[in-house]
C-alpha cells in the first residue's frame, strides 16, 4: 500500500519547491494538510488536485 500523508519535505520534494513555497500554498488553502498530534502532513490528493487546478488555469 502506498503512502496516503507526505511530511511537508516530502510533499514540496514532490512538488519540486522549497518548504517555504509549500508553506505559503497551505496557508493561502491552496493545498490542503493536516495536523495529527502536532505534525503537518499534507494527503497525496492535495498535491494532485493542487497540479489540476494549475493546469486548468494554464489551459483557460
Do not use: C, F, N, W
Amino acid at each position: 500500500m502506498s503512502r496516503l500523508l507526505l511530511t511537508v519535505p516530502e510533499a514540496a520534494d514532490a512538488l519540486a519547491i522549497s518548504r517555504s513555497k509549500l508553506y505559503q500554498l497551505i496557508a493561502s488553502g491552496s493545498v490542503v494538510s493536516i495536523r495529527i498530534d502536532g505534525s503537518r502532513r499534507i494527503p497525496v490528493s492535495a498535491l494532485t488536485d493542487h497540479i489540476t487546478h494549475l493546469a486548468a488555469k494554464e489551459a483557460a
